[in-house]
């Protein structure tokens, strides 16, 4: 009996890894278990599989502005200002911001 809780602690501590991964709703759980399953008898295996199960993964930002030209944004103002929605002195300030970034 003793011997089954020592064998249980010893594969938690092994694991442990993928434990914190998969508590942390890691991304890469899967992964990381398989580097620990693998790789994680060797000591280095096992800090690394450690190590990404603390990481967090950055998201990818997409700015669709960024993808804009400034010619098609000053032309979508210059719409708007046709349209009566921005008024002269709207378009120009907003048409300077645009220009300033460029």
Do not use: C
């Not at 442990?16 to 693998?38: C, E, M, V, W």
């Not at 599989?49 to 993964?57: D, G, M, R, V, Y």
């Not at 210059?78 to 378009?91: C, H, I, N, P, Y």
């Amino acid at each position: 009996m003793g011997e089954l809780l020592i064998l249980a602690i010893l594969l938690a501590f092994y694991f442990l890894p993928t434990l914190i991964a998969s508590q942390r709703g890691h991304h890469s759980t899967g992964a990381i278990f398989l580097l620990n399953f693998l790789l994680g008898w060797t000591f280095m295996g096992w800090v690394a599989a450690l190590i990404w199960s603390f990481t967090n993964p950055s998201a990818v930002v997409v700015d669709e502005r960024a993808s804009q030209s400034a010619a098609d944004e000053i032309a979508k103002l210059a719409s708007l200002r046709d349209k009566g929605v921005l008024t002269e002195k709207e378009f120009s300030d907003k048409k300077r911001q645009i220009l300033d970034k460029v």
